[in-house]
């Protein structure tokens, strides 16, 4: 029994644990670069400070994925619904060019970055980026409330904002 016991804790310790979600960006993604619509790098932190004390809609895309060409409109009924939320737009298109082409064809409203460091830079690794499009929700106290959704109309995060 005593044994059973010790299993259990142990069992409940590990999937506890286990599944749990960052709620704060790490040193690495925090100073990883972005490239905004004027060609400057901007840290990540940057990009957050500039909106401490508003909401943040995370959506890292390209223009080259279909589905995240697909889930614009969930964006854009997001974006009408929310209208105080901040928009941040992170690409992963392969040149700047190309990303700066897809916001003007797609009418992609927002505050864009380019994402010159990829899948595997440190942002990308650090939110262990596998699929686009991906959606994220940071608080006004800049924590991070929804970590991964992959749809815009994710329940999480029409429960968060």
Known sequence: M???KHLLIVCLVFFSCNGQEPTTFSEAALNDTFINLDGKEVPFKNILKAYTGKTIVID???SW???CL???????VLQQAHQEVVYVFLSLDKSQEAWKRGIEKYNVNGNHFFMQSGWKGDFGSFVNLDWIPRYMVIDK???IKVFKAVEADDKKIKDVL
């Open 141 to 143: 106290q800049g924590n």
């Open 60 to 62: 890292v895309w390209a």
């Open 65 to 67: 994925c279909s589905d």
């Open 2 to 4: 005593k044994k059973l």
């Open 70 to 76: 697909k889930g614009m409109p969930k964006v854009k």
